[in-house]
T-cell receptor, first 111, second 114 residues
Framework: QKEVEQDPGPLSVPEGAIVSLNCTYSNSAFQYFMWYRQYSRKGPELLMYTYSSGNKEDGRFTAQVDKSSKYISLFIRDSQPSDSATYLCAMIRGGADGLTFGKGTHLIIQP | KAGVTQTPRYLIKTRGQQVTLSCSPISGHRSVSWYQQTPGQGLQFLFEYFSETQRNKGNFPGRFSGRQFSNSRSEMNVSTLELGDSALYLC?????????????FGPGTRLTVL
């Protein structure tokens, strides 16, 4: 079992819909959680990060962490065609450690 | 502010050869991390350099190595290339490499091994 599981999709939704992207993880040592967005032929770019359980909002994006269930989510409101990309969850243990990524969910927003 | 740059962007090699990839971090960033991205395994951490020292290493064979120069630029070397080394190699830089420090990724080098 991989440490971080993420449905690869593709997930196709109409423009304006609310999108829910999710990851589960197995290692309770993970403390810091991130969501990256990756467009085709580009490197990942950080969207949001959070330390603790609960919700964090930034514009149309909301990140949610439930440490007791080892489950994280990213919600996108009022989705736009420009949101079409691969979304990667990532997490890190404390200390000098590399990021552990999910495989990414390919999201398609239909105009 | 210039982002992370990687050269070359595309590379084709044959099995058994070796390859060197280069990464220039954002100005002022002292930490450089390398990742391998494949459709099967996703993004996997290779190693991280800070102040010319390898500070952390992922679970990759010794054929994968790297170094960092005094200007924080980094190179990654893969020796005795295998078909399975075909991947997008990404580097990311951050100010200190601390675990809460944001990592900024470059566009990657697409390596194809024939």
């Amino acid at each position: 079992q991989k440490e971080v599981e993420q449905d690869p999709g593709p997930l196709s939704v109409p423009e304006g819909a609310i999108v829910s992207l999710n990851c589960t993880y197995s290692n309770s040592a993970f403390q810091y959680f991130m969501w990256y967005r990756q467009y085709s032929r580009k490197g990942p770019e950080l969207l949001m990060y959070t330390y603790s359980s609960g919700n964090k909002e930034d514009g149309r994006f909301t990140a949610q962490v439930d440490k007791s269930s080892k489950y994280i989510s990213l919600f996108i409101r009022d989705s736009q065609p420009s949101d079409s990309a691969t979304y990667l969850c990532a997490m890190i243990r404390g200390g000098a450690d590399g990021l552990t990524f999910g495989k990414g969910t390919h999201l398609i927003i239909q105009p | 502010k210039a982002g992370v740059t990687q050269t070359p962007r595309y590379l084709i090699k044959t099995r058994g050869q070796q390859v060197t990839l280069s990464c220039s971090p954002i100005s002022g960033h002292r930490s450089v991390s390398w990742y391998q991205q494949t459709p099967g395994q996703g993004l996997q951490f290779l190693f991280e350099y800070f102040s010319e020292t390898q500070r952390n290493k992922g679970n990759f064979p010794g054929r994968f190595s790297g170094r960092q120069f005094s200007n924080s630029r980094s190179e990654m070397n893969v020796s005795t290339l295998e078909l399975g080394d075909s991947a997008l190699y990404l580097c990311a830089s951050s100010r200190t490499g601390g675990w809460t420090d944001t990592q900024y990724f470059g566009p990657g080098t697409r390596l194809t091994v024939l």
